[in-house]
C-alpha cells in the first residue's frame, strides 16, 4: 500500500516524516502516548457497560466483550501469519481457538498437579497448538488452495463432536461445557481507585467514567483487560518480528508464488509447517484468553462458525496486515451483538427486525464493506491517514548530506518527495497509532 | 527461527513476571459439577391458556433456622413470619436452606433496580439466530405475552418489559450478553435464559450481582441448589426426573428386563437422557442394546434410525428434538419395527413437529411418540374450548399475528405467565416489589397454572428446590383426519416434593 | 446382510443430494475458481419457494419446481451482476466476504418469513418400495433421486458440450483473459454459470426435502453444504462427473463406512473429512480434477 496519494495531491501530505529522524521519534510517541490513553480510557469508561443509543436502538459498549475482542485478535492474528502472509488458505482457526480454551479450562479449573492459572497453561497450551499445528500443517504440503481450505473446514466443523466425545468427557464435562471458577483480582499495590476517581473528576466528561471506587468484580476486570492487553501486545510484536525476519521474508516467498521459492531453494515443507503451528498456536493463546474472560469453554462455541468469522474479521480488518487483526477482532465480537441490538429501523417494518436480525444486519453489512472498503478497513484508514502524515525511509548519506545543505538554503522538501516515490510497500513504515509495522 | 525463539522465551518471562505481580485468588467453592448432562434445550411446550392470574399466595416465612451453610456471617436477621417486611440488607433467610448474603453483594446494589420506575425490566438472552434458532420464537412469545398483560392488567401498575438479547446458543456470548443487560440495562431478573452452558456460565455472574435468575430453560437437575446458589432458580421438568419416569413406564408395561434402543442429540440436552438411562437407580435392569448419538446439526437421522431398527429391540427412546421428532416418526412409520416409543417432551408441540407426519402417526398406531407432558398442548383437538388454551391462542394472535403452528411462541406464553406469577406474589409482599420478596416469592411458590395438566408448581426452599415435577405420559394419536391429539396412557406421576434439591 | 443392503440404500439417498449440490459448487468454480458459500442457502430458499408455489399458490408440484429454479436462476444471475462482477475475479477475498454475507442474508431472510420451524413440503416422487428385503427398503424416493441426479449431469453436460453458450462457459473456465482475447463476453457467461448453479441447487435441495422423512426449515442446509463441499472436493473442484462420485462416495462413508469402523457415530462428518484428506494426499486436485498448472 504505497503512499501514492503523496504524489496525487498537488501539496501532499501535511507532515512527512523521515524514518529515523528525531521528529519521526516525536510522531511515535505521541502515537504510543495516545494508544495508552485511548486504553485506559477503554478500561475505565466502558468497565460499566456504555449504551449508545441510535435511532431508537441500544448498543452496548462494555469491556467484557472487548476483552473477548481481544482473544478474537489473537487468533485472527494467526491467520494472519498463514494466511496473510504465507497464502496458506486455512479455515480451521477455530479448531485450535477451541483447543487452547478446552486445555487452560482443564489446566485451570481442575489443576492436575498443581495449581494452574491462565498464564501457566499458556506453557502447555502454546506447543500443544503449536505441535498439533505443524500436524495440519502437513498436509497442506499436498493440499492447496480451496482443497485445503475445505479440509480445513471440516476440521473444525467436527471440533464439538470432539470434545464431547465419552472418552474426553471426564475432562471437557462434555455437552455441559466447562465452567471456570478463577477470580482475577487486581493486586493490591494498583492504584485503580485512584485513576477511577481521577478521571471522574475531569469536568465535562466524567461522568462517562462511572461514580465512586470500583468494586473488586470491576478492579478484577479491569485488571485482566490490562493484562490481556499485554498479551495482546507480546503477540503482535514477535508477529511483527517474525514477519520482519528472515523467515518471515521466506513465508512471503511462499505466497507469491511457491514454485519460485522452492526453487530458490527454500525448504517449503519446513516453512509451511512452521507457519501452521505458529498460527495454531496463536489461535490457542486466543482461546486461553476467551476463557480467561468468559469463564466457560462450551462446545457449540467453536463450531466451523468461529473460524468462519475469524476469516470474515481477517478480511475485514485487512489482510496482510498486524493493525487488520486488530480491527477484524472487534468487527466480528461487536458486529454479530450490534446487528442483533437493531430493532428499529425507520424504513423497516418490525416484523423484519424480529428473530435472526443480527445475520440479517451482518451479511447486508459484510456486503456494503466489501463495496466500499475491499482491502479491509485498514486499507481505508491508511489512505485517510496518507493525505496527513507520510514517512519515508531515511535516504542513503550522500543524499542525506545533500539534503540536509539544501535544508539549510531552505529548498522545499521536493527531495523528499523523490525518495518517496521510490519507495515500496515493504520498507515504508507507516505508523497507526497502535504501533504496529506491517507488511 | 532462532530470534523467535528467543523472542518468545522473553515475552513468556515476562509475562510470567506479570502473573507473578498480581495476586490473583481461585474461588474454589464450586457447588458439585454435575456428572450428567443437562438439556439445555427449550421444549416446545405449549401452554393451554390461562386466565391472567393465578392465585398468589406466599406461605410466611420459616421460622429461625439454621441456613444450610453461610461462608460468611452469621446470620443477622431472621425473617419472623409473614406480614412482616422482609430486611433489604444483611443475611437474609427466605426459605428453607436458602440465604441471600445481601452484604456480600456488590456496593452499587439496589433491591428497587429495574422496578424502581414505571417499568418491570426482565433480562432474556436466547437463540434468536444459529442452528438452534427455533427457540428464538420463545423471547417473542414472552414479549407477546407481557405486551397482554400490560394492557390487561398491569403488574403493581407497571409495565413489563423484556430486553432481549441473541446468544446464538455460545456460552461466550451469553456471558457478554448477561453482563451488558446487569451493567447497563438496569434489569431487575432474568428469566429462561436458554441452554445449559449458558446458564451455568450465567449463573456465577448473577450469584455475584444479586440478580435473580429465574426458571433456567435447562433441563439439568443442579439448577435446584437454593443452599449455595439461592439467586438461581430451574424451571422445566429436568431430564433426569423425564427419563426416569419413562424407565418405570417401561418396567410397568414392557418388562423389567426389557430392550432398550436410543436416538440421542449429541449435545447437553440429549446427553442426559443417556446418561441417565445408563446410570440411574431407576432405570436399572433394562438392557440397553444401543444408543446413538447424532450431531445437532445434521441433515438428518436417516443412518442412525437404519441402525436403531435393526436391533428389533423392545423400546426405543427418542432424545432429541425440533426437527428430528417428525424424522424419527417418519422412518420408524416405514420399517416393520414396532417397539414402544417415547419421545423427549420438547417435541410435543404437535402441529409444528407432528402435523407433517401425521399418516406416520396413523401407521405406528401404537408405537406412535409417548411423551411425559406436563402442560396442554397448543393445537391439540382435545382443549380446543379450554379457556387456558384459547386466551395462549388469542394472545398470540392479538399481539403477535401468528399462531400456536408457526413455532414456539405458546411456550413463550407460559414464561411469561410463570414470570408474572411469581411478580403478583412479589408485590402482594409487605414491602412491595423489590429483589428478596421476589426471591421469597419464588422459592415458597405455591401455585398452579391453568396451562399444566396437573399438579402444583411448589418450591420450598432446599425441601424442593424443582419448579415443575409432574407430568402425565401421552401418546399421539391421528384421529382419522389428519387431527393428531394426545391420548394419556396413565395418570398424573406426581414428583412433587420430591426432588429435594441437588445433591441431597 | 440386509443391514448392509439398507445403508447402501441410504448412502445412495444421502450421497444423491450431496452430489447435486456438490454439482452447483462445481459449476460455480469451474466458472470463478470461487466457492460459493451461500450456495446452500440460495438451494434452501429456492425450496421454500416450491413450497410457497404449491401449497399457496396451488400450482402443481413439478411446476412449482420448474418455476422456482428459474426464478432462483434469475435472482442468481442479478446477484453476479451486481455483487460478483464488480471485483476483480482473480482477488479471492472481497468474493468470499461477499458469498459470506450473502449466506448470512439469505439465511437470516428465509428464517425471518417463514421462521424455524419444520414444514413438510410436496412429495415429489411416489412413495412407497421397490422391493424389501427384511429390514432393508428400496424406497422409490432413493430410486427417483438417483435418476433425478443422472438426468441433471445429463443435461449439464448436453448444455456444457453441446451449446455455444456451453461453449463460452468451458471457455472462459479455461481461460479467462483468452477468452476475453477471442471476444467471448466473460461477464454474461459467468452470469449464466451462476444461474445454473442456483437452479441445480435449487432442483437439489427440493429434491432432498421431499423425502417423506424430512422436512423443510431454513437451517436445513447448513451441515449439507459442507457434505458437498467435501464431495466436490473429493471428486475434483471442477469436474461434474467428479461431483456425482464424490456425493455419493461420502454418503457411503457416512451411512455404511461409519458403522462398521470404529468412528463414533456422531464423528460421521469426520470419517468424511479424512476419507477427503487421504484422497488429497494422492490426488491434490481430487479424483477427477484437473491440476493446476502453475506458470512462475
Not at chain 1, 495531491?9 to 512527512?16: H, L, Q
Not at chain 1, 548519506?397 to 540536509?404: C, T, V
Not at chain 2, 407432528?354 to 393445537?379: E, Q
Not at chain 3, 479471492?92 to 450473502?102: E, M
Request: charged share 15%; proline share 5%.
Amino acid at each position: 500500500m504505497a503512499n501514492a496519494s503523496a504524489t496525487d495531491a498537488p501539496s501532499g501530505p501535511r507532515w512527512v516524516f523521515i524514518k529515523g529522524s528525531s521528529q519521526y521519534r516525536t510522531y511515535k510517541l505521541i502515537g504510543i502516548a495516545v494508544l495508552v490513553l485511548l486504553l485506559f480510557i477503554t478500561a475505565f469508561a466502558y468497565n460499566d457497560t456504555a449504551s449508545i443509543t441510535l435511532l431508537d436502538n441500544d448498543y452496548k459498549l462494555g469491556l467484557t466483550r472487548i476483552t473477548k475482542a481481544i482473544a478474537f485478535m489473537v487468533a485472527i492474528l494467526g491467520l494472519q501469519v498463514v494466511v496473510g502472509f504465507t497464502g496458506q488458505l486455512s479455515l480451521g482457526q477455530g479448531f485450535f481457538f477451541g483447543l487452547g480454551a478446552y486445555i487452560s479450562a482443564y489446566l485451570v479449573q481442575d489443576k492436575p498437579l498443581f495449581g494452574w492459572n491462565y498464564f501457566t497453561a499458556l506453557l502447555v497450551v502454546v506447543p500443544v497448538c503449536f505441535l498439533v499445528g505443524m500436524a495440519f500443517g502437513l498436509p497442506a504440503l499436498r493440499i492447496k488452495g480451496l482443497y485445503l481450505a475445505l479440509v480445513t473446514l471440516g476440521l473444525a466443523a467436527i471440533f464439538p463432536s470432539l470434545v464431547q466425545l465419552e472418552s474426553v468427557a471426564k475432562y471437557t464435562n462434555g455437552a455441559g461445557g466447562k465452567i471456570v471458577d478463577y477470580d482475577f483480582k487486581a493486586p493490591e499495590w494498583l492504584p485503580l481507585d485512584g485513576i477511577a476517581n481521577f478521571l471522574q473528576g475531569i469536568p465535562l466528561i466524567g461522568q462517562y467514567f462511572g461514580d465512586g471506587d470500583l468494586s473488586s468484580k470491576e478492579e478484577g476486570r479491569i485488571w485482566l483487560f490490562f493484562l490481556m492487553v499485554i498479551l495482546c501486545w507480546i503477540c503482535v510484536k514477535l508477529v511483527s518480528n517474525l514477519i520482519q525476519s528472515r523467515p518471515g521474508r521466506a513465508l512471503r516467498a511462499v505466497r507469491d508464488n511457491e514454485t519460485s521459492a522452492a526453487v530458490s531453494g527454500m525448504n517449503l515443507s519446513y516453512h509451511k509447517t512452521m507457519s501452521f503451528g505458529v498460527a495454531s498456536a496463536l489461535g490457542g493463546v486466543g482461546g486461553v484468553i476467551y476463557v480467561a474472560e468468559l469463564g466457560i469453554a462450551a462446545p457449540l462455541d467453536f463450531t466451523q462458525l468461529i473460524s468462519i468469522f475469524f476469516i470474515v474479521g481477517l478480511v475485514v480488518g485487512g489482510v496482510g496486515t498486524l493493525s487488520g487483526a486488530i480491527i477484524g477482532g472487534l468487527v466480528i465480537a461487536f458486529l454479530p451483538d450490534w446487528a442483533s441490538s437493531t430493532q428499529n429501523l425507520p424504513v423497516i417494518p418490525e416484523r423484519w427486525l424480529q428473530g435472526p436480525t443480527g445475520p440479517l444486519v451482518m451479511g447486508f453489512l459484510l456486503i456494503l464493506l466489501t463495496f466500499v472498503l475491499p482491502g479491509g478497513i485498514i486499507a481505508g484508514v491508511r489512505r485517510w491517514r496518507a493525505r496527513f502524515v507520510q514517512v519515508v525511509p531515511e535516504p542513503p548519506a550522500k543524499l542525506a548530506a545533500q539534503m540536509a545543505a539544501l535544508a539549510e538554503g531552505g529548498a522545499p522538501a521536493a527531495e523528499a518527495d523523490d525518495a518517496a516515490t521510490s519507495e515500496t510497500d515493504v520498507t515504508a513504515t507507516t505508523v497507526a497509532a497502535g504501533d504496529e509495522p506491517s507488511s | 527461527m532462532r530470534s523467535l525463539t528467543k523472542r518468545s522465551v522473553a515475552g513468556f518471562m515476562a509475562a510470567g513476571l506479570i502473573f507473578a505481580a498480581c495476586g490473583s485468588d481461585e474461588d474454589s467453592s464450586e457447588p458439585a459439577e454435575e456428572p450428567a448432562e443437562e438439556p439445555a434445550e427449550e421444549p416446545a411446550e405449549e401452554p393451554a391458556e390461562e386466565p391472567a392470574e393465578e392465585p398468589a399466595e406466599e406461605p410466611a416465612e420459616e421460622p429461625a433456622e439454621e441456613p444450610a451453610e453461610e461462608p460468611a456471617e452469621e446470620p443477622a436477621e431472621e425473617d419472623a413470619g409473614g406480614g412482616e417486611e422482609l430486611p433489604l440488607e444483611g443475611a437474609v433467610e427466605v426459605a428453607a436452606g436458602t440465604t441471600l448474603n445481601l452484604d456480600e453483594c456488590p456496593d452499587d446494589w439496589d433491591p428497587f433496580q429495574g422496578v424502581d420506575g414505571d417499568e418491570i425490566r426482565i433480562g432474556w438472552s436466547g437463540p434468536k439466530s444459529g442452528a438452534l434458532a427455533a427457540f428464538g420464537a420463545i423471547g417473542d412469545g414472552m414479549q407477546m405475552y407481557f405486551d397482554y398483560v400490560n394492557e390487561i392488567d398491569p403488574i403493581d401498575g407497571k409495565n413489563l418489559t423484556l430486553i432481549q438479547k441473541d446468544d446464538a446458543y455460545e456460552a461466550g456470548r451469553t456471558v457478554a450478553n448477561v453482563e451488558e443487560m446487569i451493567d447497563s440495562d438496569d434489569i431487575f431478573m432474568i428469566s429462561h435464559l436458554i441452554g445449559t452452558p449458558n446458564n451455568l456460565a450465567a449463573r456465577p455472574i448473577t450469584d455475584e450481582s444479586c440478580v435473580p435468575q429465574l426458571f433456567n430453560s435447562s433441563g439439568f437437575p443442579f439448577w435446584g441448589d437454593p443452599a449455595n446458589f439461592p439467586w438461581t432458580v430451574g424451571n422445566i421438568l429436568n431430564y433426569v426426573t423425564e427419563t426416569e419416569i419413562w424407565c418405570a413406564d417401561i418396567k410397568a408395561n414392557v418388562g423389567e428386563n426389557a430392550s432398550v434402543a436410543g436416538i440421542i442429540m449429541n449435545n447437553d440436552f440429549g446427553t442426559t437422557y443417556s446418561n441417565t438411562l445408563e446410570s440411574s437407580e431407576a432405570c436399572a435392569g433394562l438392557d440397553i442394546v444401543d444408543l446413538q448419538l447424532h450431531d445437532p446439526a445434521a441433515p438428518d437421522v436417516t443412518n442412525e434410525m437404519t441402525t436403531l431398527i435393526a436391533t428389533d429391540a423392545d423400546v426405543l427412546i427418542s432424545g432429541t428434538t425440533a426437527a428430528f421428532c417428525p424424522q424419527v416418526a417418519a422412518t420408524l412409520a416405514a420399517s416393520e419395527w414396532r417397539p414402544v416409543v417415547y419421545n423427549s417432551y420438547t417435541c410435543n408441540n404437535l402441529s409444528s413437529f407432528y402435523a407433517p407426519v401425521a399418516d406416520a402417526i396413523t401407521a405406528l398406531g401404537d408405537s406412535a411418540p409417548r411423551m411425559t407432558n406436563s402442560n396442554k398442548i397448543c393445537g391439540d383437538p382435545a382443549f380446543a374450548d379450554d379457556p387456558a388454551i384459547l386466551l395462549v391462542e388469542e394472545v398470540l394472535a392479538d399481539y403477535g399475528g401468528v399462531t400456536c403452528a408457526d413455532g414456539s411462541f405458546s411456550t413463550g406464553v407460559l414464561y411469561g405467565q410463570f414470570v408474572e406469577d411469581v411478580l403478583r406474589s412479589a408485590a402482594a409482599l409487605p414491602g412491595g416489589l423489590n429483589r428478596v420478596n421476589l426471591m421469597n416469592a419464588v422459592w415458597n411458590a405455591d401455585t398452579s397454572n391453568d396451562n399444566l395438566l396437573g399438579g402444583t408448581l411448589k418450591l420450598d426452599g432446599v425441601n424442593d428446590a424443582y419448579w415443575t415435577e409432574s407430568a402425565v405420559i401421552q401418546i399421539v394419536r391421528n384421529d382419522g383426519s389428519g387431527n393428531l391429539s394426545f391420548e394419556s396412557t396413565g395418570e398424573l406421576v406426581d414428583f412433587e416434593g420430591a426432588g429435594g434439591s441437588f445433591g441431597s | 446382510m440386509e443391514l448392509l443392503l439398507a445403508r447402501i440404500f441410504d448412502g445412495l439417498s444421502n450421497g444423491s443430494t450431496y452430489a447435486m449440490i456438490a454439482l452447483a459448487l462445481v459449476l460455480i468454480f469451474k466458472a470463478t475458481t470461487l466457492i460459493n458459500f451461500a450456495q446452500g442457502e440460495f438451494a434452501m430458499f429456492g425450496g421454500f419457494i416450491v413450497l410457497v408455489l404449491t401449497f399457496e399458490q396451488g400450482i402443481p408440484m413439478w411446476i412449482s419446481v420448474v418455476l422456482a429454479m428459474f426464478l432462483t436462476a434469475v435472482a442468481a444471475a442479478g446477484i453476479e451482476r451486481t455483487l460478483i462482477r464488480p471485483f476483480d475475479p482473480s482477488d479471492h477475498l472481497p468474493l468470499v466476504i461477499i458469498t459470506l454475507g450473502l449466506f448470512l442474508l439469505v439465511n437470516a431472510i428465509a428464517g425471518i418469513i417463514w421462521r424455524f420451524d419444520p414444514r413438510a413440503f410436496p412429495e415429489l416422487f411416489p412413495s412407497g418400495n421397490v422391493f424389501t428385503i427384511g429390514n432393508a427398503t428400496l424406497r422409490w424416493y432413493t430410486v427417483f433421486t438417483v435418476i433425478t441426479l443422472l438426468v441433471t449431469v445429463a443435461l449439464l453436460t448436453l448444455l456444457l458440450n453441446k451449446t455455444k453458450v456451453g461453449l463460452a462457459f468451458r471457455a472462459v473456465s479455461s481461460n479467462l483473459e483468452s477468452s476475453q482475447l477471442v471476444g467471448i463476453r466473460v461477464g454474461p457467461t459467468l452470469q449464466f454459470g451462476w444461474a445454473i448453479a442456483a437452479a441445480v441447487g435449487t432442483l437439489g435441495c427440493a429434491v432432498f426435502v421431499a423425502d417423506p422423512f424430512r422436512q423443510i426449515q431454513p437451517n436445513v442446509m447448513l451441515t449439507v453444504l459442507i457434505y458437498a463441499s467435501a464431495a466436490a472436493a473429493l471428486g475434483g473442484l471442477d469436474s461434474l462427473g467428479g461431483a456425482i462420485v464424490g456425493g455419493i462416495s461420502i454418503g457411503m462413508v457416512q451411512s455404511v463406512v461409519v458403522p462398521y469402523s470404529p468412528i463414533p457415530n456422531e464423528l460421521a462428518l469426520a470419517a468424511a473429512v479424512i476419507v477427503l484428506m487421504v484422497v488429497l494426499l494422492f490426488k491434490p486436485s481430487g479424483l477427477f480434477g484437473t491440476a493446476a498448472v502453475e506458470r512462475v
